[in-house]
């Protein structure tokens, strides 16, 4: 289906499909097998400007909107979203400098992630700190000059590989959703460290570790925006970060329905090939109405965003949610229609559907992304 | 360091057809790419670019559409662009071809080396960048692998051979012909895609670059094309397998039916 890109974002299509087609896709089964990160193509992306793209142009950036980086992440996520996940999480660690940051800590961060030349992590997630982001237990304690920061956050994608984190820290627990903070946190920050890689289902080329501080002491000005106002950060990040998500959704769709047709084109049981049987036809053809419907719903929320930054918690949800269980329905369906082949390593599929399954946990699990649609809708109606 | 790079624009090797009636390349509807020896020549000069300074011109001889591949090179890192194009030039061979970039590197102006691909993918002949060395009475080398160490008085490179690889070292100026073992082309980077939209391509015509009639184009040209053709279609083929007795009795088999 044609969406009239614009000349620019081609553009991002383009160079976004090369390094799949050239870099990612030859490359994807070994990253998986051997659950190695893939810096060398993370630094190509970050010399043709594909790190730039939600950075604005002061910063080193191209200025991008939500759409064009769901164009970008669309493309990466049709070759292996565990590179794409590595991506998308260095522009999920930066969103809160872009949201709330300083002059000068955007000036010191932004160009350097721009070049693709350091990476960001964003530090949530907790042992009791899941879909509850009210559980985290990290504290932060303003000493002199400096903030002592203590806790462990857990699954943090790119921990170990990142130069860059912005991490949630409780500052004030009597202030209870006003009470956190964020703060930057650089690699080799004194009380700092990372714990060993996280075994995983999928997306095994992205590194995902625990962050561990312990009397971790960072100067003051590390802190993001003003104290307090951390949860409001992180949810306007997420808020930001997940359209980015649904495109991986879409790339994995487009990925399992571009495999699953042309096996079944080739695959001959019967005298025919498989194409030819209805009962194919038919899961194929709800393959690629269910990819179409998710893919329109992506790209007119993530334009819905970039013209109204104020208004996109609910369309956020909606199309993280449409996209990505689509994404683990049509992959699961690409397994189905390549029966025995479809479950081997061999193909591409099987590694497909178990990195499918993250999207539907990540970022919000989608149950959490129903909880804020529902909430919004109850908002909108109790105005009414 | 002012390096030129010489480019060309080469119909996709993956979708090359003659036309069964005249025997010529059949040009419509197949894509257009850059020479992908050429690609690791952009490469190479950039990379030099990068580390010791200076500009990177590419040059081209071709039709209008030639400016896709020049543009291309730009959003790879190359500075300027310079397209030399003129129905005079039609029919051109490898000779008149070197006569004309030359003068085109001429009109350019100073530079210290030139890269070109090792040879272009439809015509095969490896013939252009040491004829452009001709041409301009500089030493050429070819089948570049490496260049081991750059710096503004001279190059230690390898030079690719059957059975290993010379080292070598040279001044400037010299023309270097490269292999695609020197690199890997990068990606063109989002920026570089908009700077090669807005860069403006000189286009230069065999009267811009002061060429000689009676050099250039089918008249310029000791080659001429007097027949093109595809091999003719190999027969029914089959591998016979077994033991030589087995073998033996399968052949006589076959050539029973011809008895």
Known sequence: MDYFLTEEQSMIVEIAKQITDEQIIPKRAELDEKDEFPREILENMGKADLFGVPIPEEYGGFGGGCFDIVLALEQLGRGCIGVATAFAASALGIYPILIAGSEEMKQKYLPAVAAGKKFAAFGLTEANAGSDASGIQTTAVLDGDEWVVNGTKQWITNGGEAQIYTVIAITDRSKGARGASIFVVEEGDPGFSCGPKEKKMGIRASSTTELIFKDCRIPKERLVGRKGTGFITVMKTLDSSRPGIAALGLGIGQACIDEATTYAKQRIQFKKPIIGFQAVQHILADMAIQLEASRALVYASAKHIDAHPKDMSKVSSMCKVMATDMAMKVSTDAVQVMGGYGYMREYPVEKMMRDAKILQIYEGTNQVQRNVIGQELNKEYSRK | ?259
């Not at chain 2, 197949?30 to 670019?49: C, F, G, T």
């Open chain 2, 1 to 259: 360091m002012k390096i030129v790079v010489c480019i060309k624009q080469v119909p996709d090797a993956k979708d090359v057809r003659l036309d069964p009636v005249t025997n010529t390349l059949a040009r419509e509807g197949v894509q257009s790419i850059m020479n992908p020896y050429d690609q690791h020549a952009v490469e190479e000069a950039v990379r030099l670019k990068e580390e010791l300074g200076g500009t990177v011109t590419v040059l081209s001889m071709g039709p209008p559409q030639a400016e896709d591949v020049l543009r291309q090179a730009i959003s790879c890192g190359a500075d300027n662009a310079v397209l030399v194009s003129d129905r005079a030039f039609a029919g051109a061979d490898t000779w008149a071809t070197s006569y004309t970039l030359a003068k085109a590197v001429q009109k350019i102006g100073d530079f210290d080396l030139i890269l070109c691909g090792k040879q272009a993918i439809d015509g095969d002949t490896a013939q252009v960048g040491p004829g452009l060395a001709i041409q301009l009475d500089i030493p050429f080398v070819t089948c570049i692998q490496k260049i081991r160490e750059a710096t503004d008085k001279e190059l230690v490179m390898e030079r690719m051979m059957d059975d290993g690889y010379d080292v070598l070292a040279a001044g400037y100026p010299i023309l270097l012909t490269v292999v695609k073992d020197i690199n890997n082309p990068r990606v063109p980077s989002l920026k570089g895609k908009m700077r090669a939209k807005k860069t403006e391509i000189l286009v230069l015509s065999a009267a811009d670059v002061g060429a000689d009639p009676a050099k250039i184009g089918l008249a310029g040209s000791p080659t001429q094309v007097v027949n093109v053709f595809p091999p003719p279609p190999r027969g029914e083929r089959a591998l016979l397998t077994g033991s030589i007795d087995e073998q033996v009795e399968q052949l006589v088999e076959k050539l029973a039916v011809y008895l």
